[in-house]
């Protein structure tokens, strides 16, 4: 398998914008400069490394020149710039200062998890996420993945955990949560450091609002925060767990790399298998 996806990521292998070139976006190697292949494999689940890189155009300069062009053909010619040559202007001017643009690179980071047939992307936002899946689509030509659906909501079942203060064997709560209102939903409160498990707190609840966020602990091994739509956040290692790989050569940049993504991978195949659990399992029948 890896041999093949090898191939097939190569063939969108990343290559740097050219200077009329706005963006570009491929493969790299996910160990960097320390790597020559575009797929890392540990334990069974491969790594992959996305590449952006865009030409930054600052907006209020980009407004500014077009501004001025209009101005002087009305001055020149009496007579008003219509919508269509503002356009034309405005795409003129882009490629004009793409040359001259500084470049900026993201990068993003997701493995398969063959084993649990889950696609695990790190990105800040959904609509990166779903750009990596959009390259990877490219890439093998299909890819029928879904974001995880599970057979209870979420907002309801981590609401019943704060009214109830019962959580699952291994989890426990932080002290940071995000409530919204089911009847109107730009209606949200947003609380941190104070006790969500008080009567003070609890009333929100019975009043209607349901958890959209909340912090977790699990099994003094990590802490996250949890979003109703299932995606984690600010996941942070217990610093026992982290020391395991950190007595490793600090020059081994490679064996430093495998030995995290090895505990990493392994520690979230069991948190993910907990937390669908918890949640009454996966709906299969979505797909």
Known sequence: MTETLEKQLAE????????????????IEPLGKHGSILTHQTDGRIMLCACK????????????????????IEEQQQRRVFPSEKRRLKEDAVQRMLPQAFTKR?????????????????????????????????TLGSLPVVPVTVQQT??????????????????????????????????????????????????YLEGGMRVIKLSIAWKNQLQFVLNDDLAIGRIRFDDLLRESTQALDSDDFAGRFDADFALMGATF????????????????SIS
Not at 59 to 68: G, H, I, K, P, S
């Open 12 to 27: 969108f292998a990343f290559v740097p914008c050219d200077k009329y070139q706005s963006s570009s976006f491929g493969w």
């Open 53 to 72: 890189e865009e030409r930054l155009l600052p907006a209020a300069v980009l407004r500014d020149t077009v501004e001025q062009e209009i101005e002087e």
């Open 106 to 138: 993201r990068k993003t980071f997701a493995y398969i998890d063959a084993k649990q047939g889950l696609l695990v992307v790190e990105a800040t936002t959904l609509k990166l996420a779903e750009e990596l899946c959009q390259l990877l689509r490219q």
């Open 154 to 203: 979420p907002s309801a079942v981590m609401s019943h955990w704060l009214q109830n203060q019962s959580l699952p064997d291994d989890f426990e709560t932080g002290d940071d949560c995000v409530l919204q209102d089911q009847s109107d939903t730009k209606v949200t409160l947003r609380t941190k450091g104070i006790d969500i498990h008080s009567n003070d707190f609890t009333v």
């Open 269 to 284: 195949r069991i948190l993910f298998s907990e937390l669908f659990e918890a949640f009454g399992g996966i709906d299969e």
